[in-house]
Structure formats: structure tokens, C-alpha cells
């Protein structure tokens, strides 16, 4: 199973142009550890996937590479009068690869709720845009000794019908990315964080969608010192990461340590 590491750019950086050099370079760097392993002749490159703001997305600022490109977030009717949205045809058409869904800030400031969520991972199979499914638990619930539950609940309704709408091992992966791990520098110890990825497994397969097979990422608070671990050590199948995405260097670094 090849790794998967994202970045989530959130709503950074403020220009094209600034885009473009972070983009660039980690373009760049992805094809030099590409290199490298294909030198050592063993091992499965990581799959890198940028998830930059939709404004971005077109091919002109990115071009074809070497790094796969995503969305941040889809709406799930196809057209009409949905002023300010964007549809999975529209996200596909710019050559985007991959869609984030359920995003935990886009649970608590634009009211997303699972059913809404659920919608939009179907409309994004169903035009053929691969799903990263983000669940997590929030501080309280986690001090509540509810992650389990919540965990449980975000995918049974998430998830709900999606084998019957083209769900597949390869269009689909699930980052478990704890509320207050996001941007806190407070990220998940290794222990706890393997410990949940294999209850997500086990809840995975109870959903009847494959759970042994479907890649299991971790996010919050990733950076080149703790990344390694949660491969290695977690079991993580690959890394979502906000903040030190935005840093080419520091991505590249979060990259080779998955190496
Ligand atoms: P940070 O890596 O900045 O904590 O963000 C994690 C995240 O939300 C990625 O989707």
C-alpha cells in the first residue's frame, strides 16, 4: 500500500505568485526523493497530493507533475443557483484528483453536519474525484471519553450507502485528525494515535467498505520531527498536513521522513 501524504493549504497563501514558489518547490523536491528511491531500487514512492484554495486549482498555476492535486471541499448538488459554491464536475474539470470532506473546520464554522457530509463524499465518487474523509474529536469529547462514540457516529452516518456510489480501497482514505491536535502543536502521542487508527479500521470494515484496505491517515499538528513516527511507529498509511505544508522545505522534510 503506497503512503498518502497531503497538504491542506487551508486559505493560505494570499497570491497566486506565493502559490506558485511554494508549489514549485515542492515539486521539486517530491521529484529529487522520487529519484533517490527509484536509485535505491526498492520501496513504493509516497503518493503527495496539494490541496491549495479551489482558486488555485487551475492547471496554468501548477501545471502537470509529479504531485497530484485536490480540493478542500465540494458541494454535493451538480449546477444551479448555489451562489458560491463549486461542484465536483467543476473541481474534476480543472484536473483536480482528489476532494477533502469533512474537514473539522468546515464542521464548525460552516455547520457541516454528517448527513451533509455524506452527500458530498457520493457526489464526489460519482464523478469519479478520489475522497479524503476527515473525522476527529473535539478537547471536550475527548476528556468526555466520547472519541470512540463520535468516531463511531461521523462515519456510520458519513458513510452511509457509499459501496453503492463507486466507493473503492483506491478512491478513498480516511484521515483521522483529532479537533484539538489541528494547529495547536498539541499532536496526538503515537500510542493513542495507533490505538484509534485500528479502531477506525475495525469500524471501517463493520461499515462493509473494505476497512482492511482503505488507507488511514493521521493529522494535527504534523511536522518533520514527530511525522516519521506516525508512519512507523502509528501505522499510519500517510499524513495530512495544514500549517508546515505551507513550508516547502519543511513538507519535504515530513516527506522524506515517510521514506
Ligand atoms: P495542522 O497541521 O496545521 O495542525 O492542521 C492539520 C489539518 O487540519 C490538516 O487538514
Given at each position: 500500500?503506497k503512503?498518502?501524504?497531503?497538504?491542506?493549504?487551508k486559505m493560505?497563501?494570499?497570491?497566486?505568485?506565493?502559490?506558485?514558489?511554494?508549489?514549485?518547490?515542492?515539486?521539486?523536491?517530491?521529484?529529487?526523493i522520487?529519484?533517490?528511491?527509484?536509485?535505491?531500487?526498492?520501496?513504493?514512492?509516497t503518493?503527495v497530493v496539494v490541496?491549495?484554495?479551489?482558486?488555485?486549482?487551475?492547471a496554468?498555476?501548477f501545471?502537470?507533475?509529479?504531485?497530484?492535486?485536490?480540493?478542500?471541499?465540494v458541494?454535493?448538488?451538480?449546477?444551479?443557483a448555489?451562489?458560491g459554491e463549486?461542484s465536483?464536475?467543476?473541481?474534476?474539470?480543472?484536473?483536480?484528483?482528489?476532494?477533502?470532506?469533512?474537514?473539522?473546520?468546515?464542521r464548525?464554522y460552516?455547520?457541516?453536519?454528517?448527513e451533509?457530509?455524506n452527500?458530498?463524499?457520493i457526489?464526489?465518487?460519482?464523478?469519479?474525484?478520489k475522497?479524503?474523509?476527515c473525522?476527529?474529536?473535539?478537547?471536550?469529547?475527548?476528556?468526555?471519553?466520547?472519541?470512540n462514540?463520535?468516531?463511531d457516529r461521523?462515519?456510520?452516518?458519513g458513510?452511509?450507502?457509499?459501496?453503492?456510489?463507486?466507493?473503492?480501497?483506491?478512491?478513498?482514505?480516511?484521515a483521522?485528525?483529532?479537533?484539538?491536535?489541528i494547529?495547536?502543536?498539541n499532536?496526538?502521542?503515537?500510542?493513542?494515535?495507533?490505538?484509534?487508527?485500528?479502531?477506525?479500521?475495525s469500524l471501517?470494515?463493520?461499515?462493509?467498505?473494505?476497512g482492511?484496505?482503505?488507507?488511514?491517515?493521521?493529522?494535527?499538528?504534523?511536522?518533520?520531527?514527530n511525522s516519521?513516527?506516525?508512519?512507523?511507529?502509528a501505522?499510519a498509511?500517510?499524513?495530512?498536513v495544514?500549517?508546515?505544508?505551507?513550508?516547502?522545505?519543511?513538507?519535504?522534510?515530513?516527506l522524506?521522513s515517510a521514506?
Amino acid at each position: 500500500m503506497k503512503n498518502l501524504i497531503i497538504a491542506n493549504w487551508k486559505m493560505n497563501p494570499s497570491s497566486q505568485a506565493e502559490a506558485k514558489v511554494i508549489f514549485d518547490a515542492i515539486r521539486e523536491g517530491v521529484k529529487g526523493i522520487n529519484a533517490a528511491a527509484s536509485a535505491r531500487g526498492f520501496g513504493e514512492p509516497t503518493e503527495v497530493v496539494v490541496c491549495p484554495p479551489a482558486v488555485y486549482l487551475y492547471a496554468s498555476v501548477f501545471g502537470e507533475g509529479v504531485v497530484s492535486m485536490g480540493a478542500q471541499n465540494v458541494y454535493f448538488e451538480d449546477k444551479g443557483a448555489f451562489t458560491g459554491e463549486i461542484s465536483a464536475e467543476m473541481i474534476k474539470d480543472l484536473g483536480a484528483e482528489y476532494v477533502i470532506i469533512g474537514h473539522s473546520e468546515r464542521r464548525k464554522y460552516f455547520g457541516e453536519t454528517d448527513e451533509v457530509i455524506n452527500k458530498k463524499i457520493i457526489r464526489a465518487l460519482e464523478v469519479g474525484l478520489k475522497v479524503i474523509f476527515c473525522i476527529g474529536e473535539t478537547q471536550e469529547e475527548h476528556d468526555a471519553g466520547k472519541k470512540n462514540e463520535v468516531l463511531d457516529r461521523q462515519i456510520k452516518l458519513g458513510l452511509a450507502s457509499v459501496s453503492d456510489f463507486g466507493f473503492s480501497a483506491s478512491n478513498f482514505a480516511v484521515a483521522y485528525e483529532p479537533v484539538w491536535a489541528i494547529g495547536t502543536g498539541n499532536n496526538c502521542g503515537v500510542g493513542e494515535t495507533k490505538q484509534t487508527l485500528s479502531y477506525i479500521k475495525s469500524l471501517l470494515t463493520l461499515s462493509g467498505v473494505e476497512g482492511q484496505e482503505v488507507r488511514i491517515l493521521y493529522g494535527g499538528s504534523v511536522k518533520s520531527e514527530n511525522s516519521g513516527a506516525y508512519i512507523k511507529e502509528a501505522g499510519a498509511n500517510g499524513l495530512l498536513v495544514g500549517g508546515a505544508s505551507l513550508n516547502a522545505e519543511e513538507f519535504i522534510k515530513i516527506l522524506e521522513s515517510a521514506e
